[in-house]
């Protein structure tokens, strides 16, 4: 057993505790106090990541082991492998990839605990920067998908499914649904998101806020329960964020990272798309915002230059998407859980993953 002692992430506070932990967590203990500089948060959970290290999901097998990596070594648990909007058989790809991942993890990666489809039934009008490959439901394709039990999150444009089928099929299968990529009507997105749908990167490739035009995204501010927003402070001010914290009940962070999170300036892949890292920013050649190069030490970084306290942080990161994923054991530090970590002592961090320790590359 090995002992950990800091300001522990409990549901309601942080408090100062001592863990004891192996694999599992065998015990917490409340003490006085404890070291000020040393925080222990869940470990992070990214719903929508499609890249890191250099290397895309598109790419399958090899690449998507290597984002495990690359994001572990930047303060990420676990994630989705998110796709881009493309051909079906790329996507099968992906799907198949994660399957033999989920069968043989390797150790010091994070975890894949699944698949976000990020189209390819979304609105081509609405795009953003994903690649020109939007079609209309394939109700049967889209079966043959959800029946892997690999897909925890599609993104989908409503105004694409009018009779809302969508929904009841996958509440069958577990799927959760987020509405993206989509000029729907508010009208339109009030129903399903009170019918239990989320919303993918709030503000981002929607249909917008106006006074006297409602869209999805003043529709999301009103009634959704759980939505993500990307907390890198480019594709959501600060401003912008706080409202959004403030509106929605189960707000969560994602980073929407590309191939170019972890790596030096220069171009990347996003899907069929070439992308340029130039600082803290992802586009294309129009300047368009392309997804992100954060990481998930950065992203805690941006909140709490935010004012978001450790607490709050943690809520953001881990148990909101934990939840939303309906994923039990994850998001929170209770004893009989797996040990999944996140600390921070001083000046650097590190994450413990089942009793395996993985060091923090700097930020």
Same mark, same amino acid.
């Given at each position: 057993?090995?002992?950990?002692?800091?300001?522990?992430?409990?549901?309601?506070?942080?408090?100062?505790?001592?863990?004891?932990?192996?694999?599992?967590?065998?015990?917490?203990?409340?003490?006085?106090?404890?070291?000020?500089?040393?925080?222990?948060?869940?470990?992070?959970?990214?719903?929508?990541?499609?890249?890191?290290?250099?290397?895309?999901?598109?790419?399958?097998?090899?690449?998507?082991?290597?984002?495990?990596?690359?994001?572990?070594?930047?303060?990420?648990?676990?994630?989705?492998?998110?796709?881009?909007?493309?051909?079906?058989?790329?996507?099968?790809?992906?799907?198949?990839?994660?399957?033999?991942?989920?069968?043989?993890?390797?150790?010091?990666?994070?975890?894949?605990?699944?698949?976000?489809?990020?189209?390819?039934?979304?609105?081509?009008?609405?795009?953003?920067?994903?690649?020109?490959?939007?079609?209309?439901?394939?109700?049967?394709?889209?079966?043959?998908?959800?029946?892997?039990?690999?897909?925890?999150?599609?993104?989908?444009? #409503?105004? !694409?499914?009018?009779? %809302? /089928?969508?929904? &009841?099929?996958?509440?069958?299968?577990?799927?959760?649904? =987020? +509405? @993206?990529?989509?000029?729907?009507?508010?009208?339109?997105?009030?129903?399903?998101?009170?019918?239990?749908?989320?919303?993918?990167?709030?503000?981002?490739?929607?249909?917008?806020?106006?006074?006297?035009?409602?869209?999805?995204?003043?529709?999301?501010?009103?009634?959704?329960?759980?939505?993500?927003?990307?907390?890198?402070?480019?594709?959501?001010?600060?401003?912008?964020?706080?409202?959004?914290?403030?509106?929605? #009940?189960? !707000?969560?962070?994602? %980073? /929407?990272?590309? &191939?170019?999170?972890?790596?030096?300036?220069?171009?990347? =892949? +996003? @899907?069929?798309?070439?992308?340029?890292?130039?600082?803290?920013?992802?586009?294309?050649?129009?300047?368009?915002?392309?997804?992100?190069?954060?990481?998930?030490?950065?992203?805690?970084?941006?909140?709490?230059?935010?004012?978001?306290?450790?607490?709050?942080?943690?809520?953001?990161?881990?148990?909101?998407?934990?939840?939303?994923?309906?994923?039990?054991?994850?998001?929170?530090?209770?004893?009989?859980?797996?040990?999944?970590?996140?600390?921070?002592?001083?000046?650097?961090?590190?994450?413990?993953?089942?009793?395996?320790?993985?060091?923090?590359?700097?930020?």
């Amino acid at each position: 057993m090995t002992v950990l002692e800091g300001w522990v992430w409990q549901a309601d506070a942080m408090v100062p505790a001592r863990i004891t932990y192996g694999t599992h967590i065998e015990a917490i203990e409340v003490l006085s106090d404890a070291p000020a500089d040393r925080v222990i948060l869940p470990a992070s959970i990214d719903t929508h990541l499609h890249g890191g290290g250099g290397f895309d999901s598109m790419q399958g097998e090899r690449a998507i082991r290597a984002i495990a990596k690359t994001h572990a070594r930047h303060g990420l648990g676990a994630f989705l492998a998110t796709t881009v909007t493309a051909p079906f058989d790329d996507i099968e790809t992906v799907i198949d990839a994660v399957a033999r991942i989920r069968k043989d993890p390797e150790p010091g990666a994070a975890e894949v605990l699944g698949v976000h489809l990020e189209g390819p039934f979304i609105n081509p009008g609405k795009l953003g920067a994903q690649p020109d490959h939007a079609v209309p439901i394939d109700w049967s394709r889209l079966e043959k998908w959800l029946n892997t039990g690999l897909i925890k999150v599609i993104t989908v444009a #409503p105004e !694409l499914d009018p009779d %809302s /089928d969508l929904i &009841a099929l996958c509440i069958a299968s577990g799927a959760r649904i =987020q +509405l @993206g990529h989509s000029l729907c009507q508010w009208h339109q997105a009030k129903s399903w998101l009170e019918r239990g749908c989320g919303v993918t990167h709030l503000f981002n490739a929607m249909s917008g806020n106006h006074h006297r035009d409602t869209g999805l995204a003043g529709a999301a501010m009103a009634f959704a329960d759980f939505a993500e927003v990307i907390v890198d402070g480019e594709h959501v001010s600060e401003p912008a964020f706080k409202s959004a914290h403030r509106a929605i #009940p189960n !707000l969560f962070a994602v %980073s /929407d990272a590309t &191939a170019a999170a972890g790596m030096p300036d220069g171009l990347y =892949q +996003l @899907g069929g798309l070439e992308v340029e890292k130039r600082g803290q920013q992802v586009l294309l050649p129009d300047g368009t915002l392309a997804g992100s190069c954060l990481t998930a030490n950065r992203a805690r970084n941006v909140l709490r230059q935010w004012g978001v306290d450790w607490h709050q942080i943690g809520v953001l990161t881990a148990a909101r998407p934990a939840r939303w994923l309906g994923l039990p054991g994850w998001g929170a530090i209770q004893p009989g859980a797996a040990t999944r970590l996140w600390v921070q002592h001083g000046a650097t961090s590190f994450s413990i993953n089942g009793g395996h320790r993985i060091d923090h590359q700097p930020i």
